[in-house]
């Protein structure tokens, strides 16, 4: 009982994180770096998934095989170790993914671009802002 007690505690730690309380998070190689942005209005909106990229499967395998070790003993152990870690792999990719749009935008230069928007919730006619550093999209937000 103490063991569960304790992979409990610790896998409620390791999935609670931080809480940003809706709070942008910045990447810390950011700062101090000059960003570019150009404005414009959204013309087309495409709903997407974005695929993940591996994490989620892998921690839900590992956490999923470390419950299921608390269940049984001899084979039943072993097949719950294992239906645990299928199950936990599911999961962690089900939960890896993320709704997003991609937006066809008019830039008010009169150029066209496209960008994936993961988080913001957009509608056509709507004013962006889409930050650039380096040449990549680092975000997308209303204007």
Same mark, same amino acid.
């Given at each position: 009982?103490?063991?569960?007690?304790?992979?409990?505690?610790?896998?409620?730690?390791?999935?609670?994180?931080?809480?940003?309380?809706?709070?942008?998070?910045?990447?810390?190689?950011?700062?101090?770096?000059?960003?570019?942005?150009?404005?414009?209005?959204?013309?087309?909106?495409?709903?997407?998934?974005?695929?993940?990229?591996?994490?989620?499967?892998?921690?839900?395998?590992?956490?999923?095989?470390?419950?299921?070790?608390? !269940?049984?003993?001899? =084979? %039943? @152990?072993?097949?719950? *170790?294992?239906?645990?870690?299928?199950?936990?792999?599911?999961? /962690?990719?089900?939960?890896?993914?993320?709704?997003?749009?991609?937006?066809?935008?008019?830039?008010?230069?009169?150029?066209?671009? !496209?960008?994936?928007? =993961? %988080? @913001?919730?957009?509608? *056509?006619?709507?004013?962006?802002?889409?930050?650039?550093?380096? /040449?990549?999209?680092?975000?997308?937000?209303?204007?």
């Amino acid at each position: 009982m103490k063991k569960f007690i304790t992979v409990v505690a610790v896998a409620g730690l390791f999935f609670t994180g931080c809480a940003t309380r809706g709070l942008q998070e910045m990447d810390a190689n950011s700062v101090n770096y000059e960003m570019s942005y150009k404005v414009g209005v959204v013309e087309h909106i495409k709903p997407v998934v974005i695929k993940d990229n591996g994490t989620g499967t892998f921690l839900g395998a590992i956490s999923g095989a470390v419950l299921g070790s608390l !269940v049984g003993q001899g =084979k %039943g @152990n072993t097949l719950a *170790t294992l239906a645990g870690g299928l199950g936990g792999m599911y999961a /962690g990719n089900e939960l890896g993914k993320a709704n997003a749009q991609e937006l066809s935008v008019a830039l008010d230069n009169g150029s066209h671009v !496209v960008v994936l928007s =993961k %988080g @913001n919730m957009f509608h *056509t006619g709507e004013r962006v802002r889409i930050v650039k550093h380096n /040449g990549r999209v680092y975000s997308v937000e209303p204007y």
